[in-house]
Structures are given as C-alpha cells and as structure tokens.
C-alpha cells in the first residue's frame, strides 16, 4: 500500500512539472542525437550501420517529427546487420505517442510501467531451485489461463525465452506483457527470480550481488536439462541486464543461448548507483527495495549493520550495506558479499564494481545482442553520456536499436495500431493463441521476436552453406568423396564448446514445486 502512495505522489509532480519541462525538453535532445547518428552513416570509418524510417520533411516542424520517430540500429556493419535490415521490418516500423497526451510523457510512461497493474491471462508455475550452496532461486514458467496441463513435455522442441526482471524483482507490465506475447508466438517464457525476490524464501545468508551471474549459470543449466530439445533466448529488462550482460561475458561460447535482448538496458551501472537518477525516482526504488528486504531483518542483522541499511535512502547507500559494510556485527564473515574480505575501505566500492560491473568481459560474447533503447530514457539518463556507442560500433555481437522516443521500458504506439498488425512478425515455431491474439502487442516485444527469429534463420542459413561447401569439397575429391557419402551429415556440424557437465549436477533432482 505505501508503494502506491508514493507512485501517486510521484505522479502528480510529475503532472505539474511535464507540461513545461518534461514535453518540451526531451524533444530537442533527442532530435539532435538521432539526427547527429543519421549525418554519420555516410562516414565509413564510424563502423555504423544505420537504418531510419522515412518520414516527411517539409517544414521544421516536420523535421522534429522526423527525429522523434526515427529508429536507428547502430551496430558494425556484417553480414548479419545486413540480414536484419532486411528482414526485421519492424525495427523502422516505429510510431511513437506524441501531442499533449500523458503517453508522450516519457517520466509518466515510465511511472505507468513499472506501478500500474496489469490484468494478464498468464499465469505462473513455479519451480524452486536448490542451489550449490543450498540458496534457492526460483523459475517461473508462464502459462496461458485456459490450458489444463500445467507442465510440458521434456521432449518439447518449443524454444525457451528466459526473462530476467530488473534488479529490484519487480514483475512490471512490460514483463507481463512480454510472457502473453511469448507464448502467443510458441515460446516457453520462464521468469528468473533472485533470492528473496517475488516470495523466493531466503534460505542462506547470501544475496546476488549485481553482476554476478553464478545462481542464473545454474538456472540456465536445469533449463538445458529441463528442455534439451528447444532453443534458449533470454531477454531482461532495465537493470536486469546487468545480470543477462555479465552471464554472457563470463560464459562466452558456452552461455548455450542463441541470442539475447535488453530492454532499456543500463550500460554504466557503477555511475548510475552514485547519480545517474533523479531524487524522486531513487528515493521510490530504495523504498521497494528496503520493504522487500524488512521480512529480513531480523536474520540480515546477523551479519550487516541493518540500521544503515534501512536508512539509507540512496541506492548506492543500501548497495553499500549490504556488500560493502565497513564494519560488521559480532565479527561474523561476510556470508552476503560471497567473500571472505572485509569491505572496510572507501576503495572497497569501487573494487565491488570490478567484480560487477555488466560491460567488463564484454570482449567475451559469442552470440548476437540486441539493446533496445530510448534516448528519452528518464531512468538511464541521456544517451550521449550512458550508451557505450563505441561498443556498438566495433563488436559484431552488438546491436543498438535507438529510438527518438520510447521511455523506459515503455515503446507505446499510436493507437491506430491494430492487433493484426501487431502479430505480422512471428518467431519460431509461431502458433498464436486465439485466447490472446486479440490484445495489442508492445512494439518492442515485436522487434525482439523478429530479431530472434532473423538470427536464428541467418544461422541456419550458414549452417547450410558450411554443409554444402564441406559436401561439395567432399565429393570433388576422388575417393575421398567416396567415404564422404557414407558419413553422417552431422559430421560437419559444430559441437558447441561447453564446460559443464551436466549430468553430475543433482539439485536440480531435490528442486521444489508451487
């Protein structure tokens, strides 16, 4: 109940401020970015692929409206940026909400996202995983209201989207919303929960540091054993990405995802902690995030200073009680940080965010990335100064979707839009659901879904092309061409390089279901 309140009352200084500063202020900003992105395309030293949607540009007026529904994907130019121009029609299929409406209002989209209640038909099915050191972390499979059977086959071939909520644990709308459109268009959404978070008991004295990613390798883990046969993708929200970014830094080749998409991701966590958002938001996020840690109080004081964490009232303040506590209580070990050093020095913070932050093995990935971002982004802050544009521009895993507008983690539309023209792109193994194809699909939802399934068609196509070559060289060489006709064609497939071994993991054996 207090939550509400203060989203009400962040919502009518929000009303109040808007109307002067909000509309206007964020329009010539991002008219200035996106036009300075187009300028650039023609400079072949930049790296930048960029493709925009055409719109008019008679008067000045016009020219604004131009910038505010551009859309660029700014990636390193490739085969498989060209691929993606050429087969995601969505990603310039953009038309974002404008006039004087609260949806043109990217600090009230974002407000609205994130509190507003959302009716879904979806409904959960959980599984609590035990962990190595006996945590539990807690998967959530989504699943349409009207089906009866609650579970599905092991030998299912639907591919898996894994969704990792934001830090603080918060089902929003926009997660929601994407588990109804997941499954609309034949995927198993399965929701990521940290420990403690949405009812997931705390059993260890440990939580989950930012970024570090050792409770979702497990989980991704029993989702391989869980479902061997179906494809993984994996998409995460806000600063939830932090977590997807640093499990595909550490994991590389072997993460066993196919691609991966962040939804208004936050690229430079460490400054964003100390001041990269405004006071009334900061001041709410502490706020959830000190009541879903009260139901702990009593064990957490066992090891932290519980009265500096609850009163500190700054995001950096609470990250720094919990994993960086100068001092502790009756010298017990550090059993939430996961090491045995004390934190007892102001260096200590930034050595925190060695470990943690998203970017650093960003060198690392192996599979295709796609960031969906907004400039008007009003909890990453400006574009300019948080989008690592040089990321985007030399690593050919990297793709940035840039828009004028869009909010955090909001994309609405024009209302024109229709729910046929919402599901035209469908993924893999698409079978939309009748029960829920009639409900307007979020614009993003639909760009992720056709990325994925543009990158999955483009390596199946080099798949091909390698076993044509390989088929052809095979058979141009005499007898050798003979024995090459009475091998298997899986000869000339890539066994993926992986270092787990999956079958000498048995808690998953010991998992728990709600």
């Known amino acids: 109940m207090l939550e509400w309140l203060v989203a009400l009352c962040i919502v009518i200084l929000a009303g109040l401020m808007w109307p002067g ?18 300028q650039q395309t023609t400079k072949g030293k930049t790296g930048r692929c960029v493709s925009e949607q055409e719109v008019g540009d008679v008067s000045q007026a016009a020219c604004d409206e131009k910038a505010r529904s551009t859309v660029a994907l ?11 121009l050429k087969h995601c029609r969505t990603f310039s299929n953009y038309s974002p909400c404008v006039g004087w409406t609260w949806r043109a209002s990217a600090f009230l989209q974002s407000v609205y996202e994130a509190c507003w209640p959302y009716d879904s038909p979806v409904q959960f099915v959980r599984d609590n995983l035990q962990l190595s050191d006996d945590g539990l972390v807690a998967l959530d499979w989504a699943v349409p ?9 092991s030998h299912s071939t639907s591919p898996v989207l894994l969704i990792i909520p934001n830090s603080f644990g918060k089902f929003t709308r926009n997660v929601l919303k994407l588990c109804e459109t997941a499954l609309s268009h034949g995927y198993l959404p399965a929701v990521f929960n940290r420990r403690s978070h949405n009812g997931t008991p705390l059993t260890t004295l440990k939580l989950q540091q930012f970024g570090d990613p050792a409770d979702l390798r497990e989980a991704v883990r029993y989702i ?12 995460s929200e806000s600063t939830g990405s932090g977590l997807l970014l640093s499990y595909l830094g550490e994991c590389g080749s072997s993460s066993y995802m196919t691609a991966a998409v962040c939804l208004s991701p936050v690229f430079r966590c460490q400054s964003w902690f100390e001041n990269g958002l405004c006071w009334p938001l900061q001041w709410a996020l502490a706020l959830y995030q000190k ?49 045995s050093s004390i934190c007892n020095t102001s260096g200590t ?22 960031s969906v971002c907004a400039q008007d982004d009003p909890v990453r802050g400006d574009a300019q100064s948080t989008v690592p544009f040089e990321l985007f521009e030399t690593n050919p895993h990297f793709f940035l979707l840039l828009t004028g507008r869009g909010s955090h983690c909001g994309f609405s539309t024009q209302p024109e839009w229709s729910a ?8 893999p193994a698409a079978a939309p659901n009748s029960g829920m194809a009639s409900r307007r699909t979020n614009w993003s939802h ?69």
């Open 21 to 38: 500063f909000k509309y206007f202020g964020t329009e010539s900003q991002s008219g200035a970015l996106l036009q300075g992105s187009s």
């Open 74 to 84: 700014i990636c390193k130019p490739s085969a498989l940026a060209n691929y993606l």
């Open 145 to 153: 209201s009207y089906q009866k059977r609650r579970r599905t086959s």
């Open 224 to 235: 391989r054993h869980r479902q061997p046969a179906g494809r993984l993708y994996a998409v």
């Open 291 to 339: 009541i879903c840690l009260s139901r702990y109080k009593t064990v957490l004081g066992e090891n932290i200073q519980t009265d500096t964490l609850f009163s500190s009232c700054s995001l950096r303040g609470l990250e720094e009680a919990l994993f960086c506590q100068t001092g502790q209580v009756d010298s017990a070990p550090a059993a939430l940080t996961g090491t």
């Open 349 to 370: 913070w930034d050595a925190y965010w060695e470990r943690n932050e998203p970017l650093r093995d960003v060198d690392e990935v192996a599979i295709p990335v796609l």
């Open 420 to 427: 046929a023209g919402a599901f035209g792109a469908a993924g």
């Open 446 to 514: 639909r760009a992720l879904l056709e990325f994925f399934r543009a990158t999955t068609d483009f390596f199946a196509a080099e798949e091909r092309a390698k076993q044509l070559a390989a088929r052809r060289r095979g058979l141009g060489g005499g007898a050798g061409g003979r024995v090459f006709r009475h091998r298997s064609v899986s000869t000339c497939k890539r066994v993926p390089a992986c270092s787990h071994n999956i079958h000498a993991i048995y808690n998953w054996q010991r998992s728990y279901t709600r």
